[in-house]
Structure formats: C-alpha cells, structure tokens
C-alpha cells in the first residue's frame, strides 16, 4: 500500500478565508481523490483528480468552492474557498493503486470560526 | 433514502466475542463491496474487499455479500480490544469507476 501524507493536519480558520490542504504519495498513483467527512457522518466524494486534466467534481461540489490541482502523479491540492462553519470537517485524500483498492491519508481536521 | 444505510452504533462487546456488522443498500447496480476501519484520528484503513456475492475470510474476519437482500455483513471473530475502531461499508458499481459509497460507520468498543 502507498504512504500517504497530508499538510496540515489540522487548522483553525476564519470564516471567509481560504485553506489549502496538500497530500503527498510516496509513490506515482494514477487516481487521486478528495473526500469529506462531517462528524457523524459518512465520507463524501469531493472530487477525483487526474495528472493532466481538470478534477471532476461530485453533485454538490463546484470547483470554485473547491478548487484542485494534480502537478504531477505523486501530489495534489485541495483548496476550500470563502469558508463558512459549515465547512468544518474532515477532509481527506486517496489514491487508487489498483483499480478497487483506494488507500486514505490521516485526514485533515478543519474548524472554521 | 442513503444509497447505503449502517447502524451508527456505538456497539459494546466483552472481548472474546463474536461481531457482526451489516450494511444495507438500495442500488442492485453495487458490485464491489469493502470494508474500512478507521482509529480515532486516522484515516481509514482497508480491511476487506469483496467482489459479486459469497464470502470471504481473511483471518479472524469474515466478510459476506448476499446481493440478492442487498445486504453485506463483516464478522470478527474473537474480538481484541485493538479491534476498537469504527468500521465503514462501502461499495462501488464498476471496478474501473472507483467511485465509492460509504455507510456512515460503526462505531465499535471492544471491552477487556
């Protein structure tokens, strides 16, 4: 399995401002993907982030909100846009080895005040 | 309706026992079915992966697909305190899509 690490593993931010969460794969993956999840809740597909082409977004998710980057095949960028308390959460990323397997980074916890 | 549907728990057994977690889902469409468990503050992990219908046992875990119920379950035999995690279903309908669907958790306590 890969190892997967994220930046910041947690943050505290002010309502309107914008975060950038990194992941960082020891290994070249072909599929990255962007999951949330609220407490209490299930995780949510974000977005899946492909080297070389735009992300695709899951309903209820727009990239302007959660803008994406994928430079090459071992890192990608989540950025969560004008954040509202609603958006505290769990963010998390993965990445597909094979093509049912998916492996989790430790996640992101973010708290906007 | 959830597209797949798990008991929150939290679920309390002595160690020794025997713990059956379920999922339901409502899409037949579902092919590919896991299960992730997840200690406190860390991502989840992937414990088992089932394809189609029938059964699949890797050490003490057991995991079990019946399509036709639309129901899956995964059981730990002889419970160890470590085993205390929340433990999420998820499944997907085509093994190229990789777009998974997950149960909310269970949240399981594995009492000394």
């Known amino acids: 399995s890969a190892v997967i690490s994220q930046k910041p593993s947690r943050d505290i931010c002010q309502r309107g401002t914008s975060l950038t969460i990194q992941c960082q794969v020891d290994?070249?993956?072909?599929?990255m993907f962007w999951y949330r999840q609220q407490p209490g809740q299930s995780l949510t597909l974000i977005a899946t982030?492909?080297?070389?082409?735009?992300?695709?977004?899951e309903s209820g998710f727009v990239i302007d909100k959660f803008p994406i980057s994928r430079p090459n095949l071992t890192f990608s960028t989540l950025t969560v846009s004008n954040m509202s308390p609603e958006d505290s959460s769990i963010y998390l990323c993965?990445?597909?080895?094979?093509?049912?397997?998916?492996?989790f980074g430790p996640g992101t916890r973010l708290t906007v005040t | 309706q959830k597209e797949v549907e798990q008991d929150p728990g939290p679920l309390s057994v002595p160690e020794g026992a025997i713990v059956s977690l379920n999922c339901t889902y409502s899409?037949?469409?579902?092919?590919?079915f896991m299960w992730y468990r997840q200690y406190s503050r860390k991502g989840p992990e992937l414990l088992m992966y089932?394809?189609?219908?029938g059964n699949k046992e890797d050490g003490r875990f057991t995991a079990q697909v019946d399509k036709s119920s639309k129901y899956i379950s995964l059981f730990i035999r002889d419970s160890q305190p470590s085993d205390s995690a929340t433990y999420l279903c998820?499944?997907?309908?085509?093994?190229?899509?990789?777009?998974?669907?997950f149960g909310q958790g269970t949240r399981l306590t594995i009492n000394p």
């Open positions: 993965s990445v597909s080895h094979r093509s049912y397997e998916q492996y």
């Open positions: 290994s070249q993956v072909t599929m």
């Open positions: 982030a492909n080297q070389g082409s735009e992300a695709t977004y």
């Open positions: 899409n037949s469409a579902f092919q590919y």
């Open positions: 089932t394809y189609s219908s």
């Open positions: 998820a499944m997907s309908i085509i093994q190229g899509a990789q777009k998974l669907v």
